[in-house]
């Protein structure tokens, strides 16, 4: 697929805040955190299709991440 997709989401309360702490945190328009988000969200997919991944930080420890 080429170019651009419009698309428009009715996201609850809780989803909006989510996205404008994505939006702020990585200094980026709604717009680009929320196609980041989905992007990576393809990415722990194909990674975990059950949605359940366990990452090991660098000293060591450990945590559980669930795709949800």
Do not use: C, Q
């Not at 170019?3 to 709604?30: C, F, M």
Request: aromatic share 4%; no cysteine; charged share 20%.
């Amino acid at each position: 697929m080429s170019g651009l997709v419009k698309a428009t989401y009715n996201h609850p309360p809780a989803a909006v805040a989510a996205l404008d702490e994505l939006a702020s945190a990585w200094r980026v328009s709604r717009t680009d955190a929320l196609n980041h988000a989905v992007r990576i969200a393809a990415v722990v997919l194909r990674l975990a299709p059950d949605g359940h991944l366990v990452v090991t930080r660098p000293d060591g420890s450990t945590v559980e991440v669930f795709l949800v």
